[in-house]
């Protein structure tokens, strides 16, 4: 009955339980210094909720997992059981083949909740013909592909060669059709299907590829085999068992089942008064866990099969009684020694398919089990055989039995003895169920704890004297509130009527439902939570009602230039002096109005002035009266009598539709699906933000038709308000043609509004560009959706049809005016002009757009204009994603898309200006995507292609980074700056046509790409670089000077500059003397002084392909033009003055500008 306590869904339930509530009553006390972080309600709600979310994404990774990992299985089974390629295996090919069609039919079929790595997996290995197939189909087993595929689909005959596959909603039973037992049919295609098979489970399910064997051997078998054939069997079924074992390194449960045992004479007899539950138990022994494990289970079987005997003939006799055939009875005497008569024959099967040995892991024996599973054939009388042979007597023939087949003793032996053993396959059992008592003990002291803990939490909480407690709380707190000043503002009563209406929630929290636990006769609810209600509207009479009674008289005097607010106002005024009138709806209104106007630092005080005024008019139907000012009723009327009437009427019109959800209008409806992710208005108003449904073609007809004389009697009752009948303000037929001209004015605006409103999404890329376009122009193109609507939405008169006489247009104004009732026939417009009918001047305005849609669905003008942009779109889509990747001044020059885009733009302009708008901005946005198109992937190439080869040869050396001790390589150099090198090929191929270096600096051309300014400057300088390196005419990295030694001190004898194995030394008189960097050794630069000690000192040296540069570096240098430098070298007391003349003006000695060159975007 409690079983279900000890499933680990319900532990872990369990589990969250107990933690949840540790947290929720344990939190507040823990601690971090003075902060208590799981104190708030709020933090141990979201404590609570975060570890539930966790819980549930585990169980969801969880059965994600196990539904990828039962998916991989099956796919790989289906791929890998194929055999070799160079020499396919016959019986492989089979086996894929049939758990393709296995696999394909369960994937359809996931009712069972398992899944193929889920469910325990058996093999069954037997002879041919040994009854496993029988035993499955009579298992009482559900087979969940049956009634998909039939019953016979994926199953194979007794004898069959191919591997049968049988999916339960319990377990996976693999039928090896015999052969994979005795392989005597075509021994290399069963060693290799075996093989294929094994090597699957092993690859797929690791951990445990498979829960146990079923061995199976007929009675038959065992009754008619000779010596040689059962030794056959035995070696077979052995050399089987240790493959398995020893290729899925587990050792796996075996349980021996002796199949056909129908077939020993008197079982049917003997067993025949079984009912359904006898048939369906076990009839066999299992071994004990120790014995199996141990190797001992072969040992005790002759033992236990004598105990099953003993069973036997202990009930011979009373079956021998309760059948009246004498040979019936006769074979049911003789059953008990029918079967002892196998004992010597399956204790040797048994004894030597398990015996252990040196070279092979050990067969675990599970048990040995006797069924039957269909009564067919001529069962064997081995004791009237035997007798025959010693005397010469011919046996008579034993009858086989008739009727229909009944499984015996296979239901429950695979129900409850193997799939409940499922995971017995390489565990350690006790290890197991140690952890399994650990666990459960722990689940039930928590259980415990949790029980207990609530148990004396609800007993020592009482919640009667915590809700009394709790409303004394804040009766406490609002004693501690003073009552405001008479002449308080609204602001400063807050603070009483907040802690008034906390005592009355408080006091009324449970009104409506009373828990069960606050009953019994103890709960004081209603007699408390009345007197604090009470309490509340006393104090909202005596402190809102007149403040707000007082802010209406202010609003009387102020909107006294504004008849429509003052009317509304006065409205409200009056219910307050008379409630028999009150309208708490309107009243409402109004008071919002008021505490919106709320000038406070609290954000939240008119919404609570509001709920205040809510809680007042919902406590009653009627109001405390107010005592009104009557010169300022008297002066509000006067007013409002002076005033346009239809002004009023018309804004009572547009506040009865306020509420009208269900007719409003909404854009993105109308424009169709994706609409707002091309189309937006321009004031950041969403596309579904309702307009109102006083501007829907539907309520303006409503309005005009019916509802107009409606709101004019409704204003002619509320004569009241106004002090006079609706006779003193005006001919009624006028007034509903005014409030009809005003309608339409307002109708008129809101729709050029939301036009004038709309605009594209920018798009900066050549993808959103084709992809906003192809939603433009196709066949639900949002913009056709939305002029659509607008056409349907102010078409609101139907122009007549050309043929149309003009006594036929005569004839329906007629009729149309008759059903108005006369209202606009009779009176001119608002304007004095001829009257028209109600939606003309809307339907007139919209003209231009009505006519561009005008026409067959494909021949409207729109349409034109949808076809350009569609041809713009195809012509971007050929383009292809990657504008620039090659060229990309060829994209921004595309003759036919420039054309396109000129076109569309001529044919805008003779568009109504709205439409013009957005078909301008499409081709404005279309060139601009492309410009960023280009451009982004010119970045990227130069990202690629440029920026990384030269921060990795260039960044952090010298000259470069002039105090860095590494130098940039000669070849690194001239591969970065050289002819047709990194730079130079780059802009050879990429930007030539962009650039514009008619001067410096150089600067992109117009129209062209929109790259930043710091990379065009990168290759400037990279030019700039290149002519004073490297020679023109071969392109060689070299420069080529003159270094004259000009001067030395007086002490100096001798003065040397050494360079890349050039000497310049000092001559009298100074001369010139050529020299080259790189010279012919790089790598060395010094400066020798002498004095007439004859000490040679070498004063400065430096190492590297840049030790020259580094040399001049150490020098002061003093320019004297642009290509000639004065080097100053200082040491030791002497000075010498060198002159070094550059062979050009491209000289980098006297322009070291160049070293600032840095790798950058």
Request: aromatic share 8%.
């Amino acid at each position: 009955m409690f079983s279900f306590v000890r499933r680990r869904g319900f532990l872990i339930v369990l589990g969250f339980l107990l933690l949840a509530l540790f947290i929720w009553y344990a939190g507040p006390y823990f601690a971090f210094a003075d902060y208590r972080p799981l104190e708030p309600v709020s933090s141990r709600v979201i404590a609570i909720a975060l570890i539930v979310a966790l819980g549930l994404v585990l169980v969801l990774l969880k059965r994600l997992r196990a539904y990828r990992a039962s998916d991989k299985l099956a796919t790989a089974v289906v791929q890998q059981a194929a055999a070799d390629p160079g020499r396919p295996s016959g019986e492989a090919v089979q086996l894929r083949e049939r758990f393709e069609e296995a696999v394909a039919t369960l994937k359809q079929t996931r009712r069972t909740g398992h899944n193929l790595y889920d469910l325990p997996w058996y093999v069954i290995i037997g002879a041919p013909g040994s009854g496993k197939t029988t035993a499955l189909l009579n298992s009482g087993l559900k087979f969940p592909l049956e009634q998909r595929v039939g019953r016979g689909a994926l199953r194979g005959v007794g004898g069959t060669r191919n591997c049968d596959w049988w999916f339960t909603d319990e377990a996976v039973f693999l039928d090896t059709a015999g052969r994979y037992t005795t392989q005597d049919s075509d021994a290399a295609s069963d060693s290799a299907g075996w093989s294929e098979f094994l090597a699957l489970l092993r690859k797929y399910r690791k951990r445990r590829p498979l829960n146990g064997v079923i061995l199976t051997i007929s009675a038959h078998d065992l009754i008619v085999q000779g010596d040689r054939g059962r030794e056959a069997h035995v070696e077979a079924a052995r050399r089987r068992l240790n493959e398995l074992n020893r290729e899925l390194h587990i050792q796996l449960p075996v349980y021996v089942m002796v199949t056909k045992c129908d077939l020993v004479a008197g079982f049917t007899e003997y067993f025949d008064d079984l009912a359904q539950d006898g048939r369906a138990q076990v009839w066999g022994v299992t071994f004990p866990y120790e014995q199996t494990v141990g190797g001992e289970a072969t040992q005790a079987f002759p033992a236990e099969f004598d105990e099953l005997m003993a069973r036997l003939n202990a009930r011979v006799f009373a079956r021998v009684e309760e059948d009246r055939d004498v040979r019936r009875r006769t074979k049911v005497f003789a059953f008990p020694q029918q079967m002892a008569a196998l004992r010597d024959m399956l204790t040797q099967f048994v004894g030597e398919v398990f015996a252990s040995t040196h070279f092979d892991q050990q067969i675990l024996l599970r048990g040995v089990y006797f069924t039957s599973g269909t009564q067919e054939g001529t069962p064997i009388d081995r004791l009237l055989g035997a007798i025959g042979r010693r005397f010469g007597v011919a046996a008579q023939a034993v009858a086989s039995p008739t009727g229909r087949g009944k499984a015996y003793f296979v239901q429950r032996l695979l129900k409850d003895v193997l799939i409940s053993e499922s995971g017995l396959a390489g565990v350690n059992r006790r290890l197991e169920v140690k952890k399994a008592a650990w666990q459960l003990g722990a689940y039930a002291a928590m259980a415990l704890v949790a029980v207990v803990g609530v148990l004396v939490l609800s007993v020592s909480c009482n919640r009667n004297r915590a809700y009394v407690a709790q409303t004394a709380v804040d009766v406490a707190k609002l004693n501690q509130v003073p009552p405001a000043a008479p002449d308080a503002s609204l602001e400063a009563i807050l603070p009483r009527l907040d802690a008034v209406r906390a005592v009355a929630d408080s006091a009324n929290q449970y009104r409506n439902s009373i828990p069960w636990a606050m009953r019994w006769g103890l709960y004081q609810g209603r007699s408390v939570g009345n007197a604090a209600r009470d309490a509340y509207i006393r104090e909202l009479d005596g402190v809102l009602l007149p403040r707000l009674a007082g802010r209406i008289e202010e609003r009387l005097v102020e909107y006294a230039s504004e008849p429509e607010k003052l009317y509304e106002y006065l409205k409200a005024y009056l219910m307050l002096g008379e409630p028999a009138r009150l309208d708490k709806e309107h009243l409402q209104f109004v008071a919002d109005l008021e505490w919106q106007a709320v000038d406070s630092a609290a954000p939240d005080a008119s919404a609570s002035l509001s709920r205040h005024f809510q809680s007042l008019l919902s406590y009653g139907d009627t109001l405390r009266p107010i005592a009104l000012d009557p010169s300022l009723v008297a002066q509000a009327r006067s007013t409002i009598r002076q005033a346009r009437i239809s002004q009023i009427i018309y804004g009572r019109l547009e506040r009865s539709y306020a509420d009208d959800r269900a007719r409003s209008v909404r854009l993105d409806v109308m424009a169709g699906v994706g609409a707002e992710g091309v189309i937006r208005r321009r004031s950041g108003v969403s596309l579904a933000e309702p307009l109102s449904s006083v501007y829907s073609r539907r309520v303006f007809q409503e309005v005009t038709r019916r509802d107009m004389t409606t709101l004019v009697k409704q204003f002619a009752a509320d004569d009241w308000v106004w002090g006079a009948d609706v006779a003193s303000a005006g001919d009624p037929m006028k007034l509903a043609a005014e409030v009809t001209y005003l309608y339409e004015q307002d109708y008129i605006a809101t729709w050029d509004g939301i036009l004038n409103d709309l605009e594209l999404v920018p798009f900066t890329t050549v993808s959103q560009a084709t992809d906003a376009l192809g939603k433009l122009a196709g066949p639900t193109s949002p913009l056709r959706g939305l002029l659509t609507a607008v056409v349907e939405q102010t078409t609101l008169v139907e122009p007549p049809k050309k043929e149309e006489s003009s006594s036929r247009a005569a004839s329906v104004k007629e009729k149309l005016t008759d059903r108005l009732g006369g209202l606009f026939s009779q009176q001119k417009d608002a304007t004095g002009k001829s009257p028209m009918l109600p939606g003309a001047r809307v339907t007139a305005h919209f003209q231009a757009i009505h006519r561009l849609m005008a026409g067959e669905p494909g021949n409207a003008p729109l349409d034109r204009i949808l076809a350009q942009i569609g041809q713009i779109q195809r012509q971007l889509r050929s383009l292809g994603p990657e504008v620039g990747a090659a060229a990309p001044l060829d994209a921004l020059s595309n003759p036919a898309l420039r054309e396109m885009v000129q076109s569309l733009q001529q044919e805008a302009e003779t568009l109504p200006p709205v439409i013009q708008t957005l078909v301008t901005q499409i081709g404005r946005g279309t060139e601009t995507s492309v410009i960023s198109g280009a451009t982004g992937e010119l970045e990227a190439l130069y990202r690629q292609q440029v920026l990384g080869p030269c921060t990795a040869l260039l960044a952090g050396r010298y000259p470069f980074t002039p105090n860095s001790k590494t130098d940039v390589r000669l070849s690194d150099f001239a591969s970065v700056f050289g002819h047709g090198r990194v730079f130079d090929r780059f802009f050879n191929e990429h930007l030539e046509p962009l650039v514009d270096r008619s001067e410096r600096p150089w600067t992109w051309r117009r129209g062209a790409v929109r790259a930043s300014t710091a990379m065009l400057r990168q290759f400037e300088a990279a030019e700039q670089l290149r002519e004073l390196f490297f020679n023109r005419t071969s392109g060689k990295l070299g420069v080529r000077f003159t270094v004259t030694i000009a001067d030395v001190d007086a002490s100096t004898t001798h003065f040397a500059l050494e360079s890349d194995g050039l000497v310049f030394d000092y001559r009298v008189p100074p001369r010139g003397i050529a020299g080259v960097w790189p010279g012919p050794k790089p790598g060395a630069a010094a400066v020798v002084f002498a004095d007439g000690s004859g000490t040679r000192e070498r004063t400065s040296s430096f190492q590297g392909p840049w030790a020259w540069f580094r040399l001049i570096d150490a020098a002061r240098e003093e320019r004297e033009s642009d290509v000639r430098s004065a080097l100053i070298f200082q040491a030791g007391g002497h000075q010498a003055r060198v002159i070094v003349d550059a062979t050009s003006v491209y000289n980098p000695f006297a322009k070291r500008d160049w070293q600032r060159f840095t790798c950058e975007l």
